[in-house]
T-cell receptor, first 113, second 117 residues
Framework: GNSVTQMEGPVTLSEEAFLTINCTYT??????LFWYVQYPGEGLQLLLK?????DKGSNKGFEATYRKETTSFHLEKGSVQVSDSAVYFC????????????FGIGTKLQVIP | NAGVTQTPKFQVLKTGQSMTLQCAQD?????MYWYRQDPGMGLRLIYY???????DKGEVPNGYNVSRLNKREFSLRLESAAPSQTSVYFC????????????????FGAGSRLTVL
């Protein structure tokens, strides 16, 4: 079956630190990959996505590259801000059928001033 | 603003009571989903609806029923609530096609926090 693995955290960083949140996946088929972000008290919203190998998704200073050879989609940001404090979910979707999206458990990020 | 609207935001039930969570989207999406979010388990799919008039089970359907009332609305019903159903519930919808940046991306509601005593 399909699965997504990421650390639960919390990850605590000081403002302006470099962020990496690891995400690896297993999938039958050729998935599209996503990072969703959930700010406190809100629903999830798309942060970035990549639909094929070697694609780089980017948004709001965050980046992630679709690595088929290592089945990974690690999220990075060069300089985090307090406003980036949230829970980050890695997810994959296989085309066809009902196109179910499989989520990781979510990684909580806390950025301190 | 366009998006997914869920009601209620908070609800407390006693074991055995029933209730319905309502969800509506105004983006003309065909597909709609109900997830539950639990600590350490991420999001798990309860039910989904690929189009108006169709519904199917997800990973954790036991204890729930759904209705796709029309293209806009997708409700989740707990017939006899149990403490194990204490969770945060999210409704989502998905655009289709490939010609725009929002294609095949889930849009979520703000969530409904349910506590079953």
């Amino acid at each position: 079956g399909n699965s997504v693995t990421q650390m639960e955290g919390p990850v605590t960083l000081s403002e302006e630190a470099f962020l990496t949140i690891n995400c690896t996946y297993t999938a039958t088929g050729y998935p599209s990959l996503f990072w969703y972000v959930q700010y406190p008290g809100e629903g999830l919203q798309l942060l970035l996505k990549a639909t094929k190998a070697d694609d780089k998704g980017s948004n709001k200073g965050f980046e992630a590259t679709y690595r088929k050879e290592t089945t990974s989609f690690h999220l990075e940001k060069g300089s985090v801000q307090v406003s980036d404090s949230a829970v980050y979910f890695c997810a994959l979707r296989i085309s066809g059928g009902y196109q179910k999206v499989t989520f990781g458990i979510g990684t909580k990020l806390q950025v301190i001033p | 603003n366009a998006g997914v609207t869920q009601t209620p935001k908070f609800q407390v039930l006693k074991t055995g009571q029933s209730m319905t969570l309502q969800c509506a989207q105004d983006m003309n999406h065909n597909s709609m989903y109900w997830y539950r979010q639990d600590p350490g388990m991420g999001l798990r799919l309860i039910y989904y609806s690929a189009s108006e008039g169709t519904t199917d089970k997800g990973e954790v359907p036991n204890g729930y029923n759904v209705s796709r009332l029309n293209k806009r609305e997708f409700s989740l019903r707990l017939e006899s609530a149990a403490p194990s159903q204490t969770s945060v519930y999210f409704c989502a919808s998905r655009g289709s096609g490939t010609s725009y940046s929002g294609a095949n991306v889930l849009t979520f509601g703000a969530g409904s926090r349910l506590t079953v005593l």
